[in-house]
């Protein structure tokens, strides 16, 4: 079974520019959470997503960023314009479903993004 | 609001010896807890996880990890480490409760394996 892939594994980009960071699932798995990680500072929780609803995007940055999930399916994660401070690794998890007892996240291997 | 603090950022031991790596949580509500390793170039995989019962658990590749509610830590050890364990270890939590589970992350911690 595949895990949960991200698209690109890195990217380099100008300040002011644009970028969309993929992530795919694994295979029906309802939920869907994207991380970052800035350089040597712990992980942080981003949003989630429940099929394609946005059920928590109480850690996004800013209005920069705009995820979405499109049919329930593979997400996206743009950052418009970006800057400086946006540098980092995004992660993006997955699990099957979150009930009472917390259910485990599949991590992908992420995706490193450098704004210059 | 749940933190969590890991103590160490870098720990560089010598194979075969134990380590022990620190992290203690704040929560005003019971949580889950959770370490997480992530090996050069690859995503974070569950190690173990603490739900409820035995506050010693056990993991993947020999690790373990005791849950101490009264002191508010949840260390993770290794009596005898190989070189392969080198990688970042990351503690986290989650609330205890119905609905989603967003993980709350230290910052982690870089075991160095020397043989």
């Known amino acids: 079974e595949a895990g949960v892939t991200q698209f690109p594994s890195h990217s380099v980009i100008e300040k002011g520019q644009t970028v969309t960071l993929r992530c795919d699932p694994i295979s029906g798995h309802d939920n869907l959470y994207w991380y970052r990680r800035v350089m040597g500072k712990e992980i942080k929780f981003l949003l989630h997503f429940v099929k394609e609803s946005k059920q928590d995007e109480s850690g996004m940055p800013n209005n920069r960023f705009l995820a979405e999930r499109t049919g329930g399916t593979y997400s996206t994660l743009k950052v418009q314009p970006a800057e400086l401070e946006d540098s980092g690794v995004y992660f993006c998890a997955s699990s099957l479903s979150a009930g009472l007892r917390s259910d485990e996240q599949f991590f992908g291997p992420g995706t490193r993004l450098t704004v210059l | 609001a749940q933190s969590v603090t890991q103590l160490d950022s870098q720990v560089p031991v010598f194979e075969e010896a134990p380590v022990e790596l620190r992290c203690n949580y704040s929560?005003?509500?019971?949580?889950?807890l959770f370490w997480y390793v992530q090996y050069p170039n690859q995503g974070l995989q569950l190690l173990l996880k603490y739900l409820s019962g035995s506050t010693l658990v056990k993991g993947i590749n020999g690790f373990e990890a005791e849950f101490n509610k009264s002191q508010t830590s949840f260390h993770l050890r290794k009596p005898s480490v190989h070189i392969s364990d080198t990688a970042e270890y990351f503690c986290a939590v989650t609330r205890f409760s119905g609905g989603y589970n967003k993980l709350i992350f230290g910052a982690g911690t870089r075991l160095a394996v020397h043989p």
């Open positions: 929560s005003s509500v019971s949580v889950y």
